[in-house]
T-cell receptor, first 111, second 115 residues
């Protein structure tokens, strides 16, 4: 059973701090990794994807991938109250587009 | 706005009934995936359709079935509804299958309640 696990929440950080979200996956054949943000009652929206080892930065967000450790993380710098949401880690096989989601980590940014 | 629409927004059914949920993908997207998201959990992959054929299936029983049409629309059908089928059902379209940078565009979801 291929699994994706995320650090349990809820996670609370003060406004302006760095939020760190972690994810591990079991399938070594996984090729692509995604971070989604989901506000309550809404559908997931893509923040970033990464498929090469190392860091990928986009504005205040940095995704980090370590395939040897089967680990992917998301850092949110200068956290804002509007970042308060559930963050979903997702892992995809390349052969077809089956995406396995983790259970999500709830983030609260306290003003 | 992702350009993916779903209908209806909300639906209430009773146990044993059948339901059809609809999704309209972005134009040109030949791949659609359906997910079930129970409250407090991540989305669970139900199945994927590529060019009108099922292209992969998650751990869901045969009473979950689907169709994809040439006009980029698709359906999820659930027979013999059970209480545990209550969830948010999401469809997601992608431009093509098999690309590692494939972004899935999610629709707003259908909230199904089974009483």
């Amino acid at each position: 059973q291929k699994e994706v696990e995320q650090n349990s929440g809820p996670l609370s950080v003060p406004e302006g701090a760095i939020a760190s979200l972690n994810c591990t996956y079991s399938d070594r054949g996984s090729q692509s990794f995604f971070w989604y943000r989901q506000y309550s009652g809404k559908s997931p929206e893509l923040i970033m994807f990464i498929y090469s080892n190392g860091d990928k930065e986009d504005g205040r967000f940095t995704a980090q991938l370590n395939k040897a450790s089967q680990y992917v993380s998301l850092l949110i710098r200068d956290s804002q109250p509007s970042d308060s949401a559930t963050y979903l880690c997702a892992v995809k096989e390349t052969s077809y587009d089956k995406v396995i989601f983790g259970p999500g980590t709830s983030l609260s940014v306290i003003p | 706005e992702t350009g993916v629409t779903q209908s209806p927004t909300h639906l209430i059914k009773t146990r044993g009934q059948q339901v059809t949920l609809r999704c309209s993908s972005q134009s040109g997207h030949n791949t659609v995936s359906w997910y079930q998201q129970a409250l407090g959990q991540g989305p669970q992959f139900i199945f994927q359709y590529y060019r009108e054929e099922e292209n992969g299936r998650g751990n869901f029983p045969p009473r979950f079935s689907g169709l994809q049409f040439p006009n980029y629309s698709s359906e999820l059908n659930v027979n013999a509804l059970e209480l545990d089928d209550s969830a948010l059902y999401l469809c997601a379209s992608t431009l093509d299958r098999g690309r590692r940078d494939n972004e899935q565009f999610f629709g707003p979801g259908t909230r199904l309640t089974v009483l």
